[in-house]
């Protein structure tokens, strides 16, 4: 899988003006998991968007980079 830009893994979509797309927030946490090679410690039919208000994060990238 070719990456989209330095240091990101895999391919993200683009918003019409360039930015990355948002992962939609009714994405199952199981399907993060698998994609990004991680255990997130909740279940995997948990939505994205409940552990984001549970974390207090404003998005994927902040969970994914918050123990760095």
Do not use: C, F, W
């Amino acid at each position: 899988m070719k990456n989209d830009a330095p240091g990101m893994r895999g391919e993200r979509s683009r918003n019409q003006d360039g930015e990355l797309r948002q992962k939609r927030s009714d994405t199952h946490i199981s399907t993060i998991e698998k994609k990004y090679d991680i255990d997130l410690g909740v279940r995997g039919d948990m939505h994205l968007g409940t552990l984001l208000e549970q974390k207090k994060a404003e998005s994927l990238d902040d969970i994914l980079h918050k123990g760095k």
